[in-house]
């Protein structure tokens, strides 16, 4: 059986984190250009802005449950993919429906992306030496400073469409093919039906600390 070796995970599982960060934070120094694109005040770029949280929210009450019922693999792929679509899509378009959609998109994808990663991160410190959850959050921070440098040093020298575009593909391409080369080592689905546990409950059963979310 094809397998992964301790040394090549090792660094595998720190790519995932580095490059998904590389493309997540590659649009905010444009935010200006995509304001303008879009035709709105600063007030309203705020307020559209900020409904990427309910992608993010909704994603946090599922993918848990997704990942329990069909594997990492499924559940990172799909959503490395809706992020860049979302993201190929979020800097070309004037109309403000668009935007909307690939906004909530990215929240939700993004947030997909980081609870799935991290459970893969936990479940790889059993096997790679020296490998932890604060190296891999480090690796986090490397990508998002990266790309924080890289986006200042061309902003006046490629359009947001080549720059985060063009990123996307390439990012969405790159994390896909790590993603298949770990799929020995990576989180299978939990085939006993009875530990299942049903949409319906997990939105019955859930309770809010309203002291602590105020």
Known sequence: MNTVKPATEY??????FAVYAFLLMSWIPRFPEIKANLGLNIGEFGTLISTAAIGGVV?????????HKYGVKRVILTNIWIMGVAYFFIVRTESLGIFLICNIAIGWSSSAY???INAQGFSA??????????RLHGMWSLGTLLTAIFSGFILNYITISWHV??????????LTAIVQRLTPVLIKANQNDEEHLPLKTLFTSFRIDWLVSG
């Open 11 to 16: 660094k595998l599982i720190q790519a995932l």
């Open 114 to 116: 980081h609870i799935s």
């Open 59 to 67: 994603s946090l009450f599922l993918t848990g449950h997704l990942v």
């Open 125 to 134: 410190m059993a096997r790679v030496k020296d490998l932890t959850i604060a």
């Open 165 to 174: 575009g063009g990123l996307a593909v390439i990012a969405t391409l790159v």
